[in-house]
């Protein structure tokens, strides 16, 4: 399918990377069952701070190690005032890009704000519309993938926490009308 990136089981760590010292999280399994993704908890970080990080992944046993470094920031302590940057999109569709390397002009031009933080508000990939219409869980997984293939989103996100709102198109159904046909026998519930 056009844009399909192929998962790969393995092994994924992180690495936080402070002034005076590095914390290391366990490996954890990347594996086909969860789409090759892992979730990793950051315990004890500090309100208020900007985290430089490493992303490790390797292949079973390998000693050979993938590296993507990236950053966030934590939000400022709740009696703190602060001024903060943060960005805002909604409603990409994979084909309607507006450049043919990086995929959408806008992730580069948000980066360059180089915001605290990314609202995306909807609509990050639309499961009602051809490329493929999405009917299965393997075909809502592929959407994303392909979205998330794009170099401008790719490297936006390396660099800008992003906090997400789902809206019609990404839920299966397009306005989500109570009396509107599912898609297929993809549901929220799988």
């Known amino acids: 399918m056009d844009g399909g990136v192929q998962g790969r089981s393995g092994m994924v760590r992180v690495k936080i990377l402070e ?4 914390r290391t999280t366990p490996w954890h399994n990347a594996i086909p069952s969860n789409d090759f993704t892992v979730r990793i908890p950051l315990p004890a970080l500090r309100p208020g701070t900007q985290y430089d990080i490493e992303v490790e992944a ?3 046993d390998s000693t050979e190690v993938s590296t993507i470094r990236g950053k966030f920031g934590t939000s400022p302590p709740e009696d703190a005032t602060k001024p903060v940057t943060f960005v805002t999109s909604t409603c990409q569709y994979f084909w309607n890009y507006d450049d043919d390397i990086r995929g959408f002009k ?7 704000l180089d915001p605290d933080f990314f609202v995306h508000t909807g609509d990050y990939v639309y499961y009602d519309r051809i490329g493929p219409m999405v009917d299965s869980i393997e075909k809502a997984r592929h ?5 998330n293939s794009r170099p401008s989103i790719r490297d936006f996100l390396q ?5 997400m709102i789902k809206d019609d ?7 989500t009308y109570p009396d509107s046909s599912p898609l297929g026998d993809f549901t929220l519930d799988k």
Not at 19 to 22: E, G, H, K
Not at 143 to 147: L, R
Request: overall charge negative; hydrophobic content about 30%; aromatic content about 10%.
């Open 19 to 22: 002034t005076d010292n590095v």
């Open 143 to 147: 959407k994303w993938h392909a979205m």
């Open 106 to 112: 806008t992730y580069d031009s948000m980066s360059r």
């Open 169 to 175: 198109h990404d839920l299966l159904r397009d306005d």
């Open 58 to 60: 390797k292949t079973g």
């Open 159 to 163: 660099m800008t926490p992003m906090y």
